[in-house]
Each structure stands twice: as structure tokens, then as C-alpha cells.
């Protein structure tokens, strides 16, 4: 049985940095696209950050939102994805959700994604 388990959330003030963690018992991460969503109170789910190939290189992809603050990594001894978050805003506050494709495509369709986790809360203080 997959399952994905977000750790790592939290309080920060802006202007710092989180790091939040997903382990995947079931699933061999470098198998498959990973990604890392997030979703603000009253607002739609949105993509953040993805790893995966195109042919037999692996890419990272980002939400322009945070393109340069954010760095999307994974250990594959560990079989856990990551999200180093710096600089962090206001706006990133929402739950984080750590994901997993059915592909190994990069991809920041939302719908490409068939396990989920249940997700972290990032709360960023102004």
C-alpha cells in the first residue's frame, strides 16, 4: 500500500526557512515524478515544485511563485523528497501536500498525480 507522509510544517517568520519531508513506504520515489503542492485557505491547489525525467535525465521544475526560493530534492536511499523553503512570504502560507505521479514525466498537471499525501501546514508571520 503507498503511502506519502509530509513532515515538517510549521510557524516561521518571514524572511526564514522551512524544510519539510515525505516519506514514501510503498513507493520507490526514483521511479516516478514527485511534486510538491500547496493550497492557501479559499484557494485552489496549485503546483509548487517537481522532480522528474525527460528521457533519462532527471529535471526540476518550479512555480514561478517561488522559483529561486524554493529547491525540491530526493534522497534515494532514504526513498524521501524534500522541499528546502527559504525567504519565505505571507503568501506561502498553505498546507503543503507531497505527491506522486503515475509517470515518470516531469509534470505539473495536477491530475497526473494519483497518491497523495495529507498534507503539511506552513504558516509564515509577517
Known amino acids: 500500500q503507498v503511502q506519502l507522509v509530509e513532515s515538517g510544517g510549521g510557524l516561521v517568520q518571514a524572511g526564514g526557512s522551512l524544510i519539510l519531508s515525505c516519506a514514501a513506504p510503498?513507493?520507490?520515489?526514483?521511479?516516478?515524478?514527485m511534486g510538491w503542492f500547496r493550497q492557501a485557505p479559499g484557494k485552489e491547489r496549485e503546483f509548487a515544485a517537481g522532480?522528474?525525467?525527460?528521457?533519462?535525465?532527471?529535471?526540476?521544475q518550479y512555480a514561478d511563485s517561488v522559483k529561486g526560493r524554493f529547491t525540491i530534492s530526493r534522497d534515494d536511499a532514504k526513498n524521501t523528497l524534500y522541499l528546502q523553503m527559504n525567504s519565505l512570504k505571507p503568501e506561502d502560507t498553505a498546507v503543503y501536500y507531497c505527491?506522486?505521479?503515475?509517470?515518470?514525466?516531469?509534470?505539473?498537471?495536477?491530475?497526473?498525480?494519483?497518491?497523495w499525501g495529507q498534507g503539511t501546514q506552513v504558516i509564515v508571520s509577517s
Open positions: 510503498g513507493l520507490t520515489i526514483r521511479r516516478n515524478a
Open positions: 522532480i522528474g525525467y525527460v528521457d533519462i535525465h532527471t529535471y526540476r
Open positions: 505527491a506522486a505521479a503515475s509517470t515518470m514525466e516531469i509534470t505539473t498537471r495536477l491530475n497526473d498525480y494519483n497518491y
